[in-house]
């Protein structure tokens, strides 16, 4: 167990519908990654928030959005959803970087969402 | 861009012997950080070993170890002793230390035979 938690598990939705997925980083972590594993792309990276500040941009679309909270909880919003949206996500989370400019923390990984389209 | 690179889709070795997996990585960067996950059937990923590019010397985690050719831009991942439950996806990471955007590797799938 990573220390990751998210929810739903699993969640099954209808094309054009809006779904919200929910991260609790490992405590004390202020970084949150979020992540889609689908079987034709592949682990990609979409988003990171640190302290509730978004931090980096991945191939992230312009359906979906991200924000972190001040208790340090995540939420994907997944909007207009299509076919192709179905994949696992993933949330993941780091400690603060403690050597400075250009060091990356290891990133833990929660258990994942499975988002199902249909 | 960085990219990732495991050649071999899926690999499988006996319970108790070695096996190799590769993964090569192409960037322009001389600060990274480069990983290996491992995905249970379970769908967790799982850290399995860390190895920073400035850093020389190999990791070293109990059974795991890596092979770090900074040169050649290969990091190969060795499992010694072989046990049922590395049954699994891996996959080979990458990220920069300056760029959040960690690029992983199209993954290998790892059985381990009794």
């Known amino acids: 167990d990573s220390g990751v938690t998210q929810t739903p598990k699993h969640l099954i939705t209808a094309t054009g519908q809006r779904v919200t997925l929910r991260c609790s980083p490992r405590s004390g972590d202020l970084s949150v990654y979020w992540y889609q594993q689908s079987l034709d792309q592949g682990l990609q990276f979409l988003i990171q928030?640190?302290?509730?500040?978004?931090?980096a941009k991945g191939n992230i679309l312009e359906r979906f959005s991200a924000q972190q909270f001040p208790d340090l909880h995540s939420e994907l919003n997944l909007s207009s959803l299509e076919l192709g949206d179905s994949a696992l996500y993933f949330c993941?989370?780091?400690?603060?970087?403690?050597?400075?400019?250009?060091?990356?923390?290891?990133?833990?990984f929660g258990p994942g969402t499975r988002l199902l389209v249909l | 861009a960085q990219t990732v690179t495991q050649s071999q889709p899926e690999m499988s070795v006996q319970e108790a012997e070695t096996v190799t997996l590769s993964c090569t990585y192409d960037?322009?960067?001389?600060?990274?950080?480069l990983f290996w996950y491992k995905q249970p059937p379970s769908r967790q990923m799982i850290l399995v070993i860390r190895?920073?590019?400035?850093?020389?010397q190999n990791a070293t985690e109990n059974r795991f170890s890596v092979n770090f050719q900074k040169a050649a831009k290969s990091f190969s991942l060795k499992i010694s002793d072989s046990q049922l439950g590395d049954t699994a996806m891996y996959f080979c990471?990458?990220?920069?230390?300056?760029?959040?955007?960690?690029?992983f590797g199209a993954g290998t799938r790892l059985t381990v035979k009794p």
């Open positions: 190895q920073e590019a400035y850093k020389q």
């Open positions: 928030y640190y302290n509730g500040e978004e931090r």
């Open positions: 960037t322009s960067e001389n600060n990274y950080y």
């Open positions: 993941a989370s780091s400690v603060p970087g403690g050597g400075g400019a250009g060091y990356q923390e290891t990133q833990y």
């Open positions: 990471a990458f990220i920069s230390g300056d760029n959040n955007d960690m690029r």
